[in-house]
């Protein structure tokens, strides 16, 4: 059994995952955050958790958007710092510095909010991307300055195009 300290938005949860079992709908991880335990499934439990678009608990879909560095998390109600710390390791995973802001998924850029050298907060609205109808926004991923933008409005870009870079 696996244990972390999983911090998000400065509130620690202490997490257990035992070994998954295989489902219909993916593998099945039982997860106990401070002693209330869910079921979580993976719909496809080799991607990476960059590539991780859904994922079920308790028998409900939520759509998940993941930072490559795990520093932050998008879910319904917007974005979120993650911190996790593997019990068993005994550090805390260390920010990679890879500013990258990447397209979660296909679109149209309808507005860039920000200029090179604009000062942005984690969480800030950076662009909106539509897709499927609706306006996504694309937020930045720690404190930083925005050091370049490759996208303009009424561009169409592809899932992982780099769209702007924070340092």
């Given amino acids: 059994m696996n244990t972390l300290q999983v911090t998000i938005d400065d ?3 202490q997490v257990e995952l035992k070994p998954p079992s295989r489902g219909d709908a993916g593998d099945v991880y039982e997860v106990s955050v401070d002693g209330q335990t869910v079921a979580v499934t993976l719909p496809r439990p080799q991607a990476l958790v960059t590539e991780l678009e859904w994922l079920i608990i308790d028998g409900r879909p939520y759509e998940l958007v993941f930072d490559t560095n795990l520093q932050w998390i998008n879910a319904y109600d917007g974005p979120h710092t993650v911190e996790v710390q ?15 802001v990447k397209a979660p998924i296909p ?13 942005v907060q984690a969480g800030q609205a950076l662009l909106i991307l539509e897709a499927m109808k609706m306006e996504n926004e694309i937020r930045a991923p720690f404190d930083g300055v925005v ?14 195009q ?3 870079e924070v340092q």
């Fill in 162 to 164: 780099v769209l702007i």
């Fill in 11 to 13: 509130q620690t949860y």
């Fill in 107 to 119: 679109g149209l850029i309808t507005r860039v909010l920000v200029e090179a050298g604009t000062a």
């Fill in 147 to 160: 050091s370049s933008i490759s996208t303009v409005a009424g561009q169409t870009v592809v899932r992982n």
């Fill in 86 to 100: 593997d019990d068993n390791q005994g550090v805390v995973r260390p920010r990679s510095g890879d500013g990258r």
